[in-house]
């Protein structure tokens, strides 16, 4: 590839819409794995609650004839796995990492089996795609218009009113404080009358949603199909978006679109028959970013971190 | 003689104070516990088999007893625990430092992809044509594992997402070096050359598929109960893995237990996918992930992070999965019905309330409160 067709690539208006649908459900697992971390639970549950939630959109819309009812169908199931995830930790007193690869072995398995037992194939179950939305007059706007506001689906708005959303959740309600509350000091939380396991399941409930936002645009915004490993550890891509957030949503999300546009990147980039590097490398390249990002931000923290520390010892 | 007659004693009194009554009566009921989870799976199950199937007496008949029902099919039984049972170890490893690191998941791929290698290019002969090429896959693993690791001693990065992240990576590095620079084109698939007869594992037992890797997996897991409970360098990982905070302050160096025991958990792991490779592959052609490393921890879980009982239950595992096969080949239903088994076992085996001592306390409690229409202060449930 040369280095004009390099500039090409991102000066093409179909770049930054492939990012825009690559980052959505990236952006809703940090935003489901936030209101978690809030609450002082390591949701890896939210791959499972994606898959689950991208079959159950899949199944609905064919079932019902209406893309609408699918996504509906999908944030249910993810609300569903939610309630599954909050049982386990808050009733069972399961730790939250083995329940949640245990949501995800569940997921995964119950995906395929319901698919079989459907279709009588392993890999994939067909679903209704949304239309897409076309915003009158601000797709007239040259570049921004063609990105934001042409062919657009809609959970990519409701992506982005999520995250502003999670922040008016956290700043101004009184749930979220509760949350934050019950994450920072559970003991504390609950001295002052709060139910720090009715909060806790509430959080995860949340993020079961968002989480099924995430899985419901897969298989009927992104594609419209439900695929098998069609999730491919994007819920743990999500995770590691909203550690280097450091549970800032704004932040969180830009990095999931961070994440998104390597994504896409690596992804156009297989389109270019002279760039020679080949598709399985250049699938690395998402996973390389956030290990890459995870490690700088922790680095930064523990920067940050020990000078202090190493005062307060001389101090003593 | 002496030596000798010392070392019965010694093991007389192990052996009576491993069955005190107090420890007896927590087995039991630990194990009680562990089979009640079984027995619910199963019910789910087979529910769930019942919704599905349009036979399901027949699925269910496969499921249970088709494994039992032949030594070649009790074979497949040894076959399939055999990796279970190295990821089982590597994630007691694991967890009992007190981590979840998952790159055991990567640790097979890489381990089966170098050992492989190892055995096509360097071609050896006699013992040393499965030692080396299974040392190499160790090693790799080991080798590549140890960054995530270091990575968490060091900055406290997050091991769970980086060790998945990882995971991805290996993957697919992977899969563009059986499709791209080690491919043998002649195979007809993105696949490495065949590997050579005599690095190939031994069967064990005519008409069956149990090869000497079993051996070796019990082998390990012997070891690794010698290392975590019989030496200082298992003392200090079992230490930081419990408590780091005290583990430190007694002068235990944290950083170090952490790294060694996912280093060495990551290296078993990487041996299991060498000698997955080695005992039932032709050639190397994974294009995903093969999924024990997820299944390591539940093995582990279930076997209550303990090395001696990891061989159990992999055997568990093991039945279930050829079980699950049979059930597949025959009739209707698809294997993955194990993973919902697998799935409500680990929760409930792992989860600290299913009917433990503090659970009947609580639900005796709220009876009682519930009589006497007074609202227990600050909640029942409160037993953390």
Known sequence: ??????????????????????????????????????????????????????????????????????????????????LFFAFCTVRLRTNHILVGIATNILAAGLSVFVVYAITGNKSDYPGIAMTPWNVPLLKDIPLIGEVFFTEVNPLVYLAIVAVFAVRFLFRRTVLGVRI??????????????ISTDRVKTIALLIAGGLAGFGGAYL????????????????????????????????????FAVLFGAVNAFSLAAQTFPSFTIPYELLNTLPYLTTTAGLVIYSVIRYRKLHPRLAKKEIKQ | MKRLSAFVSRLCSWFKSQFTSRHLLTALIEGGRTLIAILIAYLVAFAVIGFVSDDPEMAIRWFVFGPLSSPTEFGEVLKNATPLLFAGIAACLIIKGGNFNMFTEGAFYAGGLIAALAAIYFDLSGILAIIIPLACGTLAAMLIGYIPAKLKAKYEVNEFVSSIMFNFIVMWIGV????????????????????????????????????????????VAVVAYLYMFRTRFGFRLRMTGDNKAFARSVGIDVGRAGVSSQILGIGVAGLGGGVEILANYHRFNWKTLPGFGFDGFMVAIIAKNRPLLVPFAALFIGYLRSGADLMAFNTDVAQEVVQIIQGLILILVASEAFFSSAWFRGVIAKRMFRRKQLAPVGGVDDHA
């Open chain 2, 176 to 219: 563009w070096l059986i499709s791209n620079v080690v491919i043998d084109v002649t195979s007809g698939d993105n696949a490495t050359a065949p590997i050579p007869d005599a690095s190939r594992l031994r069967i064990l037992f005519e008409n069956t598929n149990v090869t000497t890797g079993l051996l070796i997996a019990l082998g």
């Open chain 1, 1 to 82: 590839m040369t280095m004009r067709e390099f500039l090409q690539l991102f000066a093409t208006p179909e770049f930054y819409a492939m990012i825009l649908q690559l980052a959505t459900p990236l952006v809703f697992a940090a935003l489901a794995a936030l209101v978690s971390n809030k609450a002082g639970v390591l949701n890896i549950g939210i791959e499972g609650a994606m898959v689950s939630a991208a079959l159950a959109a899949a199944l609905f819309s064919t079932l019902t004839g209406s893309a609408m009812l699918g996504v509906l169908a999908g944030v249910f199931a993810g609300i569903l796995m939610g």
């Open chain 1, 219 to 254: 298989s009927l915004g992104y594609m419209s199909s439900f695929n098998t490993g069609m999730v491919a550890g994007r819920g743990f891509i999500g995770i590691a978006a909203e550690a280097i957030g450091a549970g800032n949503p704004v932040a969180t999300a830009l």
């Open chain 1, 180 to 193: 934050l509350a019950v994450g920072k000091n559970e003991a504390a939380a609950a001295s002052v009358g």
